[in-house]
């Protein structure tokens, strides 16, 4: 099943999500049709909130940048209840997007790499380190879940050379070419 995608002015969007019980009805076809959601709309990473569940979990499939990041060919999981551990200090520059904000990019700074804990849909404990693409994609979506999104983490000057455009679309203007909804 394909969810619509809440858009940037949806109060689900700041909301701190809350813990993914084991015995979560449905979970592992949640998690498909949060893969199949996120194919239809060409992302590479949704947050349960994006689909209006304030819950912790996010699926990442990044495998189509393999040719850029050879070991992006199997980054494709699904995190429930994940932590972020550790993060490195050094910070990269990378250009950002989001299915919650639509024709919005912006470049931003994070950390490189990172540890993370969580578990897998069979709610098996996992822990690994990413770099690169994965580290970055992870953190974007690990943010969803704490109700921070991308334009949060701009300098206060792209802030404000974005502020009309952001506002227009927590008014409902905005465009997509996927399935959204905005609730306040
Ligand atoms: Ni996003």
């Not at 940037?8 to 084991?22: C, F, I, K, N, T």
């Not at 040719?67 to 950002?96: C, H, Q």
């Amino acid at each position: 099943m394909i969810y619509p995608i809440y858009v940037y002015g949806s109060s689900v969007l700041r909301e701190d999500a809350r813990d993914v019980p084991q015995d979560y009805p449905e979970l592992k076809q949640l998690v498909a049709d949060m893969f199949e959601t996120m194919y239809a709309s060409s992302g590479v990473g949704l947050a349960a909130p994006q689909i209006g569940k304030p819950l912790r979990l996010f699926v990442v499939d990044a495998s189509i940048y393999a040719d850029e990041e050879p070991s992006l060919a199997d980054f494709k999981r699904a995190f429930i209840n994940p932590e972020i551990v550790e993060e490195s200090e050094t910070g990269v520059v990378m250009s950002e997007g989001c299915l919650s904000l639509p024709g919005l990019n912006e470049d931003v700074l994070r950390p490189e790499s990172i540890r993370i804990r969580y578990m897998d849909e069979d709610f098996n404990e996992r822990e690994e380190e990413l770099d690169g693409f994965a580290a970055r994609v992870v953190q974007h979506e690990y943010d969803h879940l704490e109700g921070i999104v991308f334009t949060d983490r701009l300098s206060p000057i792209r802030k404000t050379l974005i502020r009309s455009k952001l506002n227009a679309m927590g008014k409902g203007r905005f465009s997509a070419k996927y399935k959204t909804r905005q609730e306040k």
